[in-house]
């Protein structure tokens, strides 16, 4: 039996429209350049992942952007500051053409990340890919072990590949870091995940729970875990952190749901990340581009600086202005910026709402009902169709490893 569908977004239930506590704060911080650029390659993957956060409706091969209209966008990156390039998707080694977009990236200067669920790359290409200028590997796993990992991942054999390819990685010398996506269905198994990590010879270790976004949010009761268990897995998470100081470096994105305060997401809206989808569309957070009333500039229409600094999709949650009280008033609106404006509008129907995850959102509540529906689940997966794709090679699937996509140096809002 498949598990029930997440309710549908819900209404405001009541304007907020308090007298405002303080006076409204400045509207826009000074603005720097992002630090890092995530660059979403392709939506093909081969992999059905249940938690992936790319949208419902992934775009087409036919409609991505060739290496050389990449190799202008991170022509303009480097001249606008970004110094991190994060090559994602989908399964970025869907591309034919990714060790010219890697030779682009070296070409630019930026430091190059690809970000892979390491079922599809041989030794052949990885040494392709290292000698156009790979700097950083970053690979996903589902679990520690093949059945779980597999049955997550919707292929069958893909764990076993993913641990011959991180074997791979480090062999060609490349720095290496491991990400899994936390949930209910991997939670427990976070003490072997670390095992796992350090087995591989990874140097960084990002555990990132689910973000509710584009398919991850139809999965959502099968995927939220209760508190419990949770409190177990950071317990287990903060003792190997302090055994293994030096040796293996481990992040952890906290999960929204059991917060009393949210994440800034994505660092704040337009302040630390761009991210440009496979068809061009530069957007402030992977998950933005189902928000309504929109209308996301393309890198094929305009250069990277005229987005970041003068497009209304970047400019409309910048800073504090926009915000409704409680944010208004309060002394953390700096800090975390209201939260994450996709959650805000998958919960609430409200991109600009207080994000739930905060305790002092009017909508909180949500959360808990998500939680009680959760725990009535039978824990069953929607997993997307496979079709192919016109002249693509790799069947269409979900995409984005949605967690740790960013590094370390980054907290992607959700995701996992
Ligand atoms: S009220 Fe707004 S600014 Fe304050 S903690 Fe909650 S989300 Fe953050
Ligand atoms: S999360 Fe999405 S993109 Fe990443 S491996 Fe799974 S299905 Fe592919």
Redesign the pocket.
Known sequence: MPAADPPPAQPLAQPLAQPLAQPPPAALPPLEPPLGLLAELTHRCPLRCPYCSNPLELEQAARELSAAEWGRVFEEAAALGVLQLHLSGGEPAARRDLEAIVAHASRAGLYTNLITAGVSIDAARLAALAAAGLDHVQLSIQAPDAATSDRIGGMPGGHARKLAFARMVREAGLPLTVNAVLHRQNLDAVPEMIALALELGAGRLELAHVQYHGWAYRNRAALLPERGRLEAANAAIAAARAALRGRLAIDEVAPDYHAR??KACMGGWGRAVMVVSPSGAALPCHAAAELPGFTFPNVRDATLRDIWEGSDAFNRFRGTGWMPE??RG?D??ER?W??CRCQAFALTGDAAA??PA?A??PHHGLLEAALAEAAASDGAFHYREMRRQPGATTPLSASSCSSGRMSASITPGGAA
């Open positions: 305060r949210p409680p944010c309060c953390r609106r975390d209201g939260g207080t994000d905060c002092l959102s």
